[in-house]
């Protein structure tokens, strides 16, 4: 099937479909609608915890999808599927702006065993659609290395968030101020390099605690050198995300010529936990269709049909169509 009658972002949308398609995911489609006390119940999961609602035919109160990934935990067993992709909208407040957006997304998740293998295979096709897209920069952090640092230092909830806010901003004036702060200062200052800079943390006694996850972290930045441009590839824990949606590994990626982020991911057991699910580990991410809207540059490729009359230009038309091309009728201006 052709698809030259799409816009460039559909045919991304498809392109990311035939991906995870092939590498055994399979589609999930769901409602656009959820109780709206499934997402009251899991609001702390939630970006935003404000969602549009409405009312059902039987009184019952719904709320239009703002988020794909807690639908999916929550049916995912009776679609009895461990590796799960989608094409979908959701509707919420994207950060920074003030009024509620229609958001095109494509993503999958994994919900199952987690092995080194399937984390590879889900950053590993994060990376193949940043490049379906354009020039990109993929960056990786670990909120799990942060969390142990939290613990293992007694921070308090308070310092904690400042903290986070700090590494984020990459603010050492502010950091410097807090507990323990040459421990945090110096993951801003890690070098961009994947390797390297997982090799710096393990270096130091300092990080003991974390030694088991800078292991597995190793193990992936060793892979990724093997099977993806892993100049592209950047570890940096600004970019942590979703601190109580992420609890370990997260991911970012960019797209040049595109302000915001374009695909976002990362382990999200605490979520599972959240909703029942005590043993399962997840990992996915979502691609943000609706950023790249505006880069794609529409290339009209269409033969013209000049028109003479109704019937020889219907013929013609009938001509080209039977022949797969691609064509549009253009009338002179003092025609009637």
């Known amino acids: 099937m052709k698809t030259d009658f799409l816009d460039e972002v559909s045919r991304i949308g498809l392109k990311l479909e035939e991906l995870y398609y092939r590498f055994g995911y399979s589609k999930f489609k769901m409602n656009r609608f959820e109780p709206y006390s499934f ?28 988020d794909v990934t807690m639908s999916i935990v929550k049916n995912h067993k009776a679609y009895d599927k461990s590796k799960i992709y989608y094409n979908e909208p959701v509707f919420k407040v994207p950060p920074g702006e003030s009024d509620f957006r229609e958001i095109r997304q494509v993503g999958l998740e994994y919900i199952g065993e987690l092995s080194l293998y399937q984390t590879l295979e889900v950053l590993n096709l994060a990376i193949k659609s940043l490049a379906m897209i354009g020039e990109f920069r ?54 961009a390099d994947f390797k390297e800079a997982i090799t710096v943390l393990l270096e130091d006694e300092t990080y003991a605690c974390c030694k088991s996850e800078l292991d597995k972290l190793m193990d992936i930045a060793e892979a990724l050198v093997e099977i993806c441009d892993i100049n592209k590839v950047m570890f940096d824990f600004a970019h942590l995300v979703g601190t109580q949606y992420y609890n370990g590994l997260t991911f970012t990626g960019y797209v040049r010529g595109v302000a915001n982020k374009v695909l976002s991911g990362g382990r999200y057991d605490n979520l599972l936990r959240n909703m029942g699910e005590k043993t399962q580990k997840a990992i996915g991410f979502a691609v943000y269709l609706s ?36 064509f549009c009728v253009r009338k002179e201006e003092n025609d009637d």
């Open 39 to 66: 997402y009251m119940s899991n609001e702390s999961f939630l970006e935003d915890s404000r969602v549009i609602t409405m009312q059902s035919a039987t009184g019952k109160l719904l709320a239009l999808k703002p």
């Open 138 to 191: 993929f960056v990786i952090s670990d909120m799990s290395i942060v969390n142990l640092l939290f613990d293992e230092y007694n921070i308090n909830a308070e310092d904690k968030n400042a903290i986070i806010r700090c590494l984020r901003q990459k603010n050492l004036h502010d950091l410097e101020k807090l507990p323990q702060s040459r421990i945090f200062t110096k993951l801003v200052q890690l070098p």
């Open 291 to 326: 950023e790249i809207e505006n880069t794609q540059r529409e290339v009209c490729d269409k033969q013209i049909i000049q028109y003479t009359n109704v019937v020889e230009t219907l013929k013609k038309a009938n001509e080209l169509y039977e022949s797969g091309i691609n």
